[in-house]
């Protein structure tokens, strides 16, 4: 009923400026808080920010001042925009939204499928 479809990532140089888009799409009657995760190889998967449904951000330390996070709720999408990256920043990078799907009281957590971001030196 639900996807999100990520866009944007690839093969990057160090200090590169990437931005990664997210596409929420079906029977969506309310898109919620919208977020990036990261995982690593060999790591757990991390929060990289997020932004509610009125644009209000938090990012994780380790991005904080160098990725943005925003959003088009008339188009239903996020953007991770990524700046100064480091070799450190390589990961599948997911989009996570907070979706009230048409019909439904609550809201369900949906993932994306992850978009391969490398980061080289």
């Known amino acids: 009923q639900v996807q999100l479809v990520e866009s944007g990532g690839g093969l990057v140089q160090a200090g590169g400026s990437p931005r990664l888009s997210c596409a929420a799409s079906?029977?969506?009657?309310?898109?919620?808080?919208m977020a990036w995760y990261r995982q690593a190889p060999g790591k757990q998967r991390e929060l990289v920010g997020s932004?509610?449904?009125?644009?209000?951000?938090n990012y994780a330390d380790a991005v904080k001042g160098r990725f943005t996070i925003s959003r088009d709720n008339a188009k239903k999408t996020v953007y991770l925009q990524m700046n100064s990256l480091k070799p450190e920043d390589t990961a599948v990078y997911y989009c996570?939204?907070?979706?009230?799907?048409?019909?439904?009281?609550?809201?369900?957590?949906?993932w994306g499928q992850g978009t391969q971001v490398t980061v080289s030196s």
């Open positions: 932004i509610s449904s009125r644009g209000n951000t």
């Open positions: 079906g029977s969506i009657f309310r898109l919620n808080t």
């Open positions: 996570n939204a907070a979706i009230i799907v048409t019909g439904n009281l609550f809201e369900s957590e949906y």
